[in-house]
Structure formats: structure tokens, C-alpha cells
């Protein structure tokens, strides 16, 4: 389902990073799969771990609320590290394309999952398959405690 998210909002982002960085177009272009990537992972952790609400609070952020979030900044950081990396920008020019890349993406994001209306949670459980997550979780904990009794 990210791959939809990312089809829809790359354009965006792309701009995004040209436009506030300096990158050019194909270095631009270049940070999108690594940005991807990194969302996938830190998305899918998050929800393993049960914080649907801390995503929920950092797709439902503007501003600097979006800034201060917890989650927004674990990501943020998670990007900066891939970007450093994987494309050898320098450290503080990774960390304005994280910014601004994960910025870009999380507000995108929030407008592809509900338009101009609060986020909810049927909302992720449905474009980001989140529900997959949640059985797969509970069939592990089941699993746990059918291994106790057994």
C-alpha cells in the first residue's frame, strides 16, 4: 500500500526537495525509494509494537506540532542515517533532505489518507493493509499462549 502512497505524493515530494534543498532532479529522485524504504520499516515497527496511535498523532500534525512529534522525529532520523548511507551527502545536508522529505511526506500522506479530515484509524488499517499487521500480531500472542498450554 505504500507503493500507492509513494505513486501518488512522489511528484510532491520530488518538488519538495528540489525546490527547499538544492538537490537536482535525479538526486531528488534518488531519495524517494530510500524515503520509502525507511517508512515502510518505521511504520511497520510502530504498529508491531501497538502505537497506531502515535502514527495516527503524527499523520493528524501540522506545523510545528508535526515538528515535535515523537515518531515524526524517530523517522526523520531513521531517513537521515539511510541518506547518509546509501547517498554519501554530507551529514548536514542529510539532514535538511530529511526534513524536508519527511515533512513533505507525512503531510502528503495525511492529505492521500482521509483529504482534508482528521486521519482515523480505518483509514490506515485500510491503505496501509495495518490490519494484516494486527492479525498476524494477534496469531503470534495466540500462538504464544497455545505454546504455554500445550
Known amino acids: 500500500m505504500l507503493d500507492q502512497l509513494f505513486n501518488s505524493i512522489g511528484g510532491s515530494v520530488i518538488g519538495s526537495l528540489t525546490e527547499k534543498t538544492g538537490l537536482n532532479l535525479d538526486q531528488a529522485k534518488s531519495v524517494l525509494p530510500i ?18 496511535g502515535g502514527i495516527l498523532s503524527m499523520f493528524n500534525s501540522k506545523g510545528d506540532s508535526l515538528q515535535s512529534n515523537d515518531l515524526f522525529g524517530k523517522l526523520k532520523g531513521m531517513l537521515m542515517q539511510n541518506i547518509l548511507s546509501k547517498l554519501g551527502l554530507p551529514e548536514s545536508m542529510s539532514a535538511i533532505v530529511a ?52
Open 99 to 150: 526534513g524536508t522529505g519527511m515533512t513533505s511526506i507525512v503531510e502528503n500522506a495525511s492529505q492521500f489518507l482521509s483529504g482534508d479530515e482528521e486521519v482515523k484509524k480505518s483509514d490506515l488499517m485500510s491503505k496501509f493493509d495495518m490490519g494484516s499487521i494486527a492479525g498476524d500480531m494477534l496469531k503470534d500472542k495466540l500462538g504464544g499462549i497455545g505454546k504455554m498450554f500445550g
Open 35 to 52: 524515503a520509502q524504504d525507511t517508512m515502510k520499516t518505521g511504520l511497520m515497527d510502530e504498529a508491531k509494537a501497538g502505537n497506531i
